[in-house]
């Protein structure tokens, strides 16, 4: 590998607002040889990121933005796909860009932005993937170090920016030689069947991690003791990341939770609910540890695991160990919004075999997390990624005006224990297709009080036994016979517009309630994004800004039935065409 | 036709843009990325400027009446709207988003009020020069549309 060769076919997502700047900025991206996708929403921006986690190199993303606060997206991406971000914004007040860099942003470039400043962005990647190997290289075996330096190794350009993640590798087509150099470490074929990480695999995997107690716990040790024949580390290594990171947002959640009911603030709706929920909450993951404070570094989870262990009602704030980025707030700093650690909230545990004994393509469990009224924003603010009610789905909620609602997997799907909230649209009749399951789902979400929104963070559809979380946080529609995988509805990333190709099982619609969603989206346009015949019964990944700007937005935003260029503040759809 | 007048004419109507302040060296930049992968790059980037601020005006427009003294919001439209007009480099009226700005800090309902017809104003004339400008580029002839005039 040439070393100072330029890093060519560089992989951006750029997430603005704004048409015309989202226009220059792609063609200026472009003409760096970057290979671009562009993005209009930030909340289609962070399911973008999380269809396809590792199909990013780096994103660009304006600050102000109405659906999403960027500093918001800043902080969801850094936690759950840990990537380098930069910020962009008009404003350069110092103010401004502090925040940005709290935020974890790696740069915080001023509008108008300069096509030599972007030529130059390649060099926050390669920063991050020298910080990857340093922790690694401090925390566990040598076996990461080793492969990430494979990696390294046996990289032209196009594959400088492959991680070391094994499902990565997979989906790099042009990368099969370098995965034989890489994979050759581990014994593994180039062609690695994909790890489905069911409900006895992954309680295998807590019992693990138990036995061997959060501190000292490795991949290594984890595959030796789950003696799993086919497990590779890299596969436990990847899951004890996810699962990291899903303890650590529990533990913000429950700490949220504690401290908003002592805030006392809520229009109380939900305060029994909240507190409720929150015990039973607390009790329910059978992780049997504490929840560990969140962090990215891998090294710092691991000492906070250990410091938790005994307090599984733990409602100290726990302190800042990632020095990296700065996102584990003050729990009591309600103004802050940052409050990062929550946001690694959207885990990948996107599939939620809940009930092993049904048939498993008749039961599509949907997690719907709803806010109770009473939640104020600012709580909203500071845990976006709030598991906070596993509301009773028939119960009388109204939603807060402005929710925050970047709802994370409800952990109950993944754990064996029954979920606090779970509709479960049982299915008659084998229900092979997304379509069928549809309005079965419709007909859960319409059950709910109308004026609750119900963001469905994910809807873990399990429609095979091998449904399952992937490794790298897939969504897992393609596991379903006969469904369209998710390649399907991907974006074509050379496609200038970044429009998405649809599928009719397979769907990211973001920004869209699904409470309020018609049965058929026909052309349903999103700012940057344009569906055609999206399925609604796939997974819907509905998030809610927490941080419009403006309240009038959030009440465009809930009153409109569609997203469409009706709406004041959303930009005419269609703009790429 | 006389296709070499027709483009000194185009250049020198862009020249007076940009003497007159109307547009800066933004758009400049943004014809740097005209190239043959995109031949019409900078008319669509300006199409799509004066479709989107539009949008945005009226937004503002909404606003004003509909939330009266919110400064605020009105502040976060305007802002969005400045932001779009650094895009081409529309100076004169991201000049006027600002002075709405100052207004909206200050509280100033009939300044914020004042500006915005300035911006309005602004958004139009560009708006029309652009389009001859534009046209003229055109009627100079594909050569003339893919090149930069010479400042």
Do not use: F, H, I, R
């Given at each position: 590998m040439d070393a100072t060769a330029f890093p060519y076919g560089l992989r951006v997502l750029v997430v603005d607002d704004d048409p015309t700047w989202l226009k220059i900025l792609e063609k200026m991206l472009r003409k760096c040889s970057y290979e671009v996708t562009t993005c209009g929403l930030a909340r289609v921006a962070l399911d973008i990121l999380r269809e396809r986690k590792n199909k990013f190199d780096i994103v660009i993303s304006d600050v102000n933005m109405p659906d999403m606060d960027g500093f918001k997206l800043l902080e969801h991406i850094g936690l759950e796909m840990d990537l380098p971000v930069i910020m962009m914004s008009i404003d350069g007040e110092t103010s401004r860009v502090m925040k940005g860099v709290q935020h974890g942003a790696c740069d915080y470039l001023l509008k108008p932005v300069r096509m030599k400043e972007l030529r130059n962005i390649w060099q926050h990647v390669y920063r991050k993937k020298m910080h990857e190997v340093k922790e690694i290289e401090g925390n566990d075996s040598c076996d990461d170090l080793q492969i990430l330096r494979n990696s390294f190794e046996g990289l032209d350009e196009k594959s400088l920016f492959m991680r070391s993640d094994s499902d990565t590798m997979r989906k790099r087509k042009d990368m099969d030689k370098d995965h034989a150099d890489q994979e050759s470490s581990d014994g593994?074929?180039?062609?690695?069947a994909r790890v489905v990480w069911s409900v006895d695999l992954h309680q295998k995997f807590v019992n693990a991690v138990n036995q061997i107690g959060f501190d000292k716990v490795g991949p290594k040790k984890i595959l030796d003791l789950m003696n799993v024949p086919g497990l590779t580390r890299e596969n436990v290594a990847s899951h004890l990341q996810k699962y990291r990171l899903y303890l650590s947002r529990l533990q913000k959640q429950n700490e949220e939770r504690i401290l908003g009911a002592a805030r006392q603030d809520f229009s109380h709706k939900g305060t029994s609910e909240n507190l409720n929920l929150r015990s039973s909450f607390q009790e329910q993951p059978n992780i049997g540890n504490g929840y560990p404070h969140a962090s990215q570094n891998i090294q710092t989870q691991t000492k906070m695991l250990d410091s938790q262990l005994e307090d599984t009602k733990s409602t100290l704030p726990l302190p800042a160990p990632d020095k990296k980025r700065t996102l584990v707030s003050d729990v009591a700093d309600s103004q802050n919004v940052t409050s990062a650690s929550s946001l690694g909230g959207v885990l990948s545990f996107k599939s939620l075999p809940v009930n092993q004994d049904r048939k498993p393509s008749e039961t599509m469990i949907l997690e719907c997390q709803t806010w109770s009224g009473g939640i104020p924003s600012k709580q909203f603010m500071q845990y976006p990624k709030h598991n906070h009610e596993r509301c009773?789905?028939?119960?009388d909620y109204s939603c807060l005006p402005k929710p925050d609602l970047e709802h994370p997997v409800g952990p109950s799907n993944l754990y064996t224990p029954p979920p606090l909230i779970s509709m479960s649209c049982s299915m008659e009749g084998g229900a092979r297709d997304f379509s069928d399951v549809k309005p079965a789902i419709m007909d859960c979400i319409k059950s709910l009080s109308p004026a609750m929104r119900c963001t469905v963070d994910s809807v873990s559809v399990q429609l095979s036994d091998s449904v399952v979380t992937s490794t790298d946080g897939d969504l897992k529609f393609s596991s379903v016979d006969g469904s369209p995988s998710n390649k399907d509805c991907c974006l074509d990333q050379t496609n200038s517009q970044g429009t998405l190709r649809p599928s009719p099982e397979s769907s990211i619609i973001g920004g869209t309630e699904l409470a309020s969603l018609p049965d058929d989206l026909p052309n349903y346009p999103l700012h940057g994004v344009s569906f055609e015949n999206i399925g609604l019964s796939s997974i819907d990944l509905l998030h809610y800004s927490d941080a419009m700007i403006l309240s009038g937005l959030q009440n465009n935003w809930y009153d409109e039935l569609e997203f469409s260029s009706d709406m004041m503040d959303y930009p005419s759809i269609d703009l790429f065409v | 036709m006389d296709y070499s007048n027709l483009r000194r004419q185009a250049a020198s109507m862009k020249k007076s843009l940009f003497d007159q302040g109307y547009l800066d060296e933004q758009f400049c930049q943004v014809e740097d990325?005209?190239?043959?992968?995109?031949?019409n790059f900078v008319e669509e980037v300006v199409t799509l400027f004066f479709k989107d601020s539009g949008r945005l005006m009226s937004n503002i427009e909404q606003a004003l009446e509909k939330y009266p003294r919110d400064f605020s919001r009105w502040d976060a439209y305007m802002q969005q709207l400045k932001g779009s007009c650094s895009s081409i480099g529309a100076s004169r009226m991201k000049n006027e988003c600002m002075s709405f700005r100052d207004s909206c800090g200050q509280g100033n309902v009939e300044g914020c009020m004042r500006s915005f017809q300035k911006v309005k104003r602004e958004h139009a004339v560009l708006r029309q020069k652009l389009e001859s400008y534009f046209q003229l580029l055109r009627q100079a002839g594909p050569a003339g549309a893919a090149t930069r005039p010479v400042m």
């Open positions: 593994n074929t180039v062609k690695k009773d789905l028939l119960g | 990325l005209q190239d043959e992968a995109s031949p």
